[in-house]
Structures are given as structure tokens and as C-alpha cells.
């Protein structure tokens, strides 16, 4: 009785690691042979990796990966498509996230670039830090319909808020006027403050040309190109492969 009015209790603090804990020390006699200590010690461990797991969940639930599944282990390095494992195995270690610089990712189609990028955000998430995941043409849309209802600088504020901004399909079709001031504005607020995952099957030497207006292009490749970690992918497409390998 007294184990229930405190597992209650427990709820009702919304200490719910620690009520799951508790139960399972309650229906188990090993837990008799542990100090007041040692099973207290365990009742808080309990609690804190139940806060961690649900900060995770939370965080990778807010990022949107297009990999949801997307996590450093799953990483295939056995398949030559020109990863440098010890480059990304610390970017994993998100040394570049807390030093506010941004990744590059660029390769063919189908090279895995837009799964590197999700696991270098699993990784980030991990640690703490917030993300989210979109495509160039979704991001573009959203900003012209922040336009039009009044609420472009509330995005802009949302945008600028995450550790991490995964932009994917950077450079398929040449930007418009607006689009490519858009785009400034939403490096302008990272610059220096967050870090931006960059997606894209055109080298970095042919973004100038698809961003048009040399200043403008200029402006953005400083705030994004010049303090990032570039990952360039080579190879077979891996869902040829893997369509090959069935």
C-alpha cells in the first residue's frame, strides 16, 4: 500500500524514471540484499536516463530528418564513395556544432549524402542540441508564405533558433531575386551563432553561378563556405546497389 501512494506521489511529480524504478525494486527480492543507498542511487539513475532518452526523442522528433533511423553506427564506410572515416567519426564527436562552423556535403545522386547529413544531426541531438531538416524548395515556400502572411519574421527567428539547419537539394534550379535575399537572410542569423548542414549533387565551385547575382553570392558563400567541413561523395548510386545485392 505504502509502495503505491508513493509510486502516485512519484506520477504526480512527474518523476515517472524513478516510478518505473521503484515498481521494479518493489516485485523483486534482489533489490532486499542493496542498501537505502544503493537503491536510491538506482531510483535516480533511472530518472535521469529517462529524462535523457525523452530529450532525445523529443529533439529527434523536432528535426524531421528525412533518415529518421539515420545514426552514426549505421554509417557504411565498407562501400567506396570517397568517406574519410576518421573525418567523420569526429564530426560525430560534434566539435563543429559547439564551435558554431558548418558541413558540406556534395556528391552524386543516390551517393548517401542526405543519410550522412541525418547522422551527423542524430549525433548533434545526442548531445543536446536541437535540429531540423528541410529541402531548399520546402524552405523557399515557407519563406514566401511568411511573406504573404505576415509571419516571415517569426520563421526566420524559428530558423535561426536551432543548433543545426539541415539544407538539402541546395542548387537544383537557379534562384530568383527574392529567393536567393531570402536565403541570405537566413544565414545572416546563423552566421556565427549556429551551424548549417548544406546538401547538394553541384560542387561548391558552381554555386556562384546558380545563386546569380555575384554580391548576393558572394555574401552567401561567406557566411556558409568558408569555416564549414566539406564531405565530397563519390561512386555508384547505393540504391543501385542495393537494388543489385537482392
Given amino acids: 500500500m505504502m509502495v503505491e501512494m508513493t509510486l ?6 512527474k518523476l515517472a524514471g524513478m516510478a518505473e524504478a521503484l515498481s521494479e525494486q518493489s516485485q523483486s527480492p534482489l533489490y532486499g540484499e542493496l542498501s537505502f543507498e544503493e ?32 545514426c552514426p553506427e549505421e554509417i557504411d564506410f565498407r562501400t567506396p564513395r570517397g568517406l574519410a572515416k576518421d573525418a567523420i567519426l569526429s564530426l560525430t564527436q560534434n566539435g563543429w556544432v559547439k564551435g ?19 547522422a551527423l544531426a542524430n549525433s548533434a541531438c545526442r548531445s543536446g542540441y536541437g535540429a531540423h531538416y528541410l529541402r531548399l524548395p520546402r524552405l523557399l515556400q515557407e ?8 509571419s516571415y519574421g517569426k520563421l ?27 536565403i541570405l537572410e537566413v544565414l545572416e542569423d546563423r552566421h556565427g551563432i549556429t551551424s548549417t548542414i548544406v546538401v547538394s549533387q553541384i560542387p561548391t565551385e558552381k554555386w556562384h553561378d546558380t545563386i546569380g ?34
Fill in 100 to 118: 558554431t562552423q558548418n558541413v558540406i556535403v556534395t556528391g552524386p545522386t543516390g551517393s548517401g549524402k542526405t543519410f550522412i547529413a541525418c
Fill in 39 to 70: 537503491r536510491l542511487g538506482m531510483l535516480v539513475d533511472r530518472e535521469m536516463a529517462h529524462r535523457d532518452n525523452r530529450r532525445l526523442a523529443n529533439l529527434l522528433r523536432g528535426a524531421k530528418l528525412r533518415y529518421a533511423g539515420a
Fill in 213 to 246: 547575382d555575384p554580391t548576393i553570392a558572394d555574401a552567401v558563400l561567406d557566411r556558409l563556405v568558408h569555416n564549414a567541413h566539406r564531405i565530397t561523395m563519390k561512386g555508384e548510386s547505393m540504391r543501385k546497389l542495393m537494388s543489385k545485392s537482392k
Fill in 143 to 150: 519563406l514566401h508564405i511568411g511573406r504573404a502572411d505576415g
Fill in 156 to 182: 526566420l527567428s524559428r530558423l535561426a533558433k536551432y543548433a543545426i539547419l539541415i539544407i538539402d537539394d541546395w542548387g537544383l534550379a537557379k534562384l530568383g531575386d527574392k529567393e536567393r535575399r531570402d
Fill in 8 to 13: 502516485g506521489k512519484l506520477h504526480q511529480l
